[in-house]
């Protein structure tokens, strides 16, 4: 079957620290991966994507590579800023259906 | 991308009565709506997926009977939730899919609370 499994927050990181989300996946056929981001008191939005294995996608300093030897999509940013809080989700989709991993929690101090 | 609102934001009801979630569009036509389910500190859950001017379709475990569905336009999409009880309590997502690109937009969320 088909499914995302991220790792547990919160994660709380000091302002221009490394980030790293873990997101593994399964999956039959070839599904496309997100990343997506929800604010407090928003909508998820879309963050970031890939389609195809060794794909990079990357928006607002974030990056993530589909890796289909690790079945892995790892969220990263090189220096977090306060205003990256927020509940970070991996998904993937495939034969029509979106699949989303639990979400992590992301704190970042001043 | 696609701005996407659902009304009410919060509600409040007791036991026993029908609840109703409208999930529109607000600047683009969606032929594809999806519902989800969120439990506190879980994913969001597929609940359905809504076809405008079509039944939808629903997950399994999903009772079509208790979580009506009704996509009656290009832009709006309702989920009804019928004589509501305290297990149905929960953060309810609609999300417009955008085939071409392969992107969902998302509305805000709509809290249900069942006394």
């Known amino acids: 079957g088909n499914s995302v499994t991220q790792m547990e927050g919160p994660v709380t990181l000091s302002e221009e620290a490394f980030l790293t989300i873990n997101c593994t996946y399964t999956a039959t056929g070839y599904p496309s991966l997100f990343w997506y981001v929800q604010y407090p008191g928003e909508g998820l939005q879309l963050l970031l994507k890939a389609t195809k294995a060794d794909d990079k996608g990357s928006n607002k300093g974030f990056e993530a590579t589909y890796r289909k030897e690790t079945t892995s999509f790892h969220l990263e940013k090189g220096s977090v800023q306060v205003s990256d809080s927020a509940v970070y989700f991996c998904?993937?989709?495939?034969?029509?259906?979106?699949?989303f991993g639990s979400g992590t929690k992301l704190n970042v101090k001043p | 991308g696609a701005v996407v609102s659902q009304h009410p934001s919060r509600v409040i009801c007791k036991s026993g009565t029908s609840v109703k979630i409208e999930c529109r569009s607000l600047d683009f036509q969606a032929t594809t709506m999806f519902w989800y389910r969120q439990f506190p500190k879980q994913s969001l859950m597929l609940m359905a997926t809504?076809?405008?001017?079509?039944?939808?379709?629903?997950e399994q475990g999903v009772e079509k009977d208790k979580f009506l569905i009704n996509h009656a336009s290009l832009t709006l999409s309702t989920l009804t939730v019928t004589s509501a009880h305290p297990e149905d309590s929960s953060f309810y997502i609609c999300?417009?899919?955008?085939?071409?690109?392969?992107?969902?937009?998302f509305g805000p969320g709509t809290r249900l609370t069942v006394l």
């Open positions: 998904a993937l989709h495939n034969f029509n259906k979106f699949y």
């Open positions: 809504s076809n405008e001017g079509s039944k939808a379709t629903y």
């Open positions: 999300s417009l899919y955008q085939g071409r690109y392969n992107e969902q937009f």
